[in-house]
Nanobody, 124 residues
Framework: QVQLVESGGGLMQAGGSLRLSCAAS????????MGWFRQAPGKEREFVAA????????IYADSVKGRFTISRDNAKNTVYLQMNSLKPEDTAVYYC?????????????????WGQGTQVTVSS
């Protein structure tokens, strides 16, 4: 099992920045990639960004390209999501997820472990 704990969410004005963290513990060696997803009220969970532990390969949703950056610290078993130029439409609960198999994917069905989520609210 892999346990994931997100932190760093909060309230921010449009145009501001936040950095989310996701600390992984447990059988972290069984995790090959990490992803960030978000879910706004009344909407489906959507992909934000993902990264592999080994080579740091990344993919992003078009809606966040150029504004968000995903990174990882292998020594700390922690993944980050730096969010700049925030918009009100970025408001959502942000979830961290771990994938137990190789490859990096945008579908939430490709991930095996999930954190509890952290709320991000962007005011206009």
């Amino acid at each position: 099992q892999v346990q994931l704990v997100e932190s760093g969410g909060g309230l921010m004005q449009a145009g501001g920045s936040l950095r989310l963290s996701c600390a992984a513990s447990g059988r972290t060696f069984s995790s090959h990639a990490m992803g960030w997803f978000r879910q706004a009220p009344g909407k489906e969970r959507e992909f934000v960004a993902a990264i592999t532990w080994s080579f740091g390969s990344t993919i992003y949703a078009d809606s966040v390209k150029g504004r968000f950056t995903i990174s990882r610290d292998n020594a700390k078993n922690t993944v980050y999501l730096q969010m700049n130029s925030l918009k009100p439409e970025d408001t959502a609960v942000y979830y961290c997820a771990a994938r137990a198999y190789s490859g990096v994917y945008a579908s939430p069905y490709e991930y095996n472990y999930w954190g509890q989520g952290t709320q991000v609210t962007v005011s206009s």
